[in-house]
């Protein structure tokens, strides 16, 4: 996971958009961006699901993004990204390439 990054299930995470919503604009949050692996299915269908929360509930104040190809782009952008990936072990990260 990405240092400051919270892991939310993409099962529940449509029944529970209104927490995030309700927790980022408590913090001050301007912008949500969701990733998974590669960023081809979960992050971008969870960031749809918020975006379109977002847009029902009339927020203009906060975006939500996806992060291009999700952690493993992270990760192949190098170390100014894997430092600030949790517990990196990069030869984890070596069957990605």
Do not use: M
Request: glycine letters at 12%.
């Amino acid at each position: 996971a990405i240092k400051g990054s919270l892991n939310l299930p993409a099962h529940s995470f449509y029944t529970n958009q209104s927490v995030l919503h309700d927790l980022c604009k408590r913090a001050g949050v301007k912008q949500v961006a969701f990733y998974c692996g590669a960023s081809n299915g979960r992050g971008p269908r969870c960031s749809g699901w918020f975006a379109d929360h977002l847009a029902d509930v009339g927020e203009t104040e906060i975006q939500s993004l996806t992060l291009a190809g999700g952690i493993k782009g992270w990760v192949k952008a190098g170390e100014k990204y894997t430092d600030n990936v949790v517990e990196y072990e990069p030869e984890y990260w070596k069957q990605f390439e």
